[in-house]
C-alpha cells in the first residue's frame, strides 16, 4: 500500500543534542511538508519542498533544517538552537491540488 | 493573510446526537477548504474537501459539510454520532501561493459521551 512513513514513532532528545526525523513517502509525489503540532495550537508549518533539491521555510523554521536529496524522502533535523522542541511532528505529501497525505507522525520529548 | 478559526475548542455530544463543528475563514477568492480527522497519537486523515461547484460536500465516515461564502462558513455535520467519532477535528484552507500550503485551524476536540 502507498503511504507516508514517519519513524521513530517516539524519539527523545538530551538538551544540546541534535536528532533527525526520518519522513519517507512511496506515493510519488512531488510536494512534501512538515508541521509541528503543541496543544490548542493546531498544525504550523516548519518547512515545506515542491521538489527534490528545493525547499521553503515555513512559519516556524528556526531550530530547523531539512534535506530533499530524494523525491521520496524529507528528513527534518530538530537542532540545539530548537529551545522547545517537544511536540508531536508530522510529514505530509501531496501531489497537484490533491489534498494533503499525512503520516502518522513522531512524538519527540526531551529527557 | 489568509486564516481559519474554529470557535470551538471542544465539544461534548452524546452518541446517536447530531454534530456541527463550526469553521470561520478569511479569504480574499474561492477558498479550497478541507476538513481532517485526527484521532489520539495518529496523523491527519481526511474527511471532505471542497473546490468548487456543490455547496454541500459529502465525505468519509457519513460526514458532510457545507459552504456558505456569504458567512465565510464550512461547517462540519454529522446526523448521528457513533464512539468512534470522538477525535480532534481540524479544518484548513489551501493558501493562495503556488507552494500548496494549508493553513489550519486550531482544532476541535470532541468527545462522545454514552
Redesign the interface.
Known sequence: DGGITQSPKYLFRKEGQNVTLSCEQNLNHDAMYWYRQDPGQGLRLIYYSQIVNDFQKGDIAEGYSVSREKKESFPLTVTSAQKNPTAFYLCASKEGDQPQHFGDGTRLSIL | AQSVTQPD?HITVSEGASLELRCNYSYGATP?L?W?VQSP??????LL?Y?SGDTLVQGIKGFEAEFKRSQSSFNLRKPSVHWSDAAEY?CAVLTTDS????Q????TQVVVTP
Do not use: N, P, R, S
Open positions: 475548542i479550497y478541507f481532517y497519537g495518529q496523523g491527519l486523515q481526511l474537501k473546490f481540524f507552494w500548496g500550503k494549508l489550519f485551524g486550531a482544532g
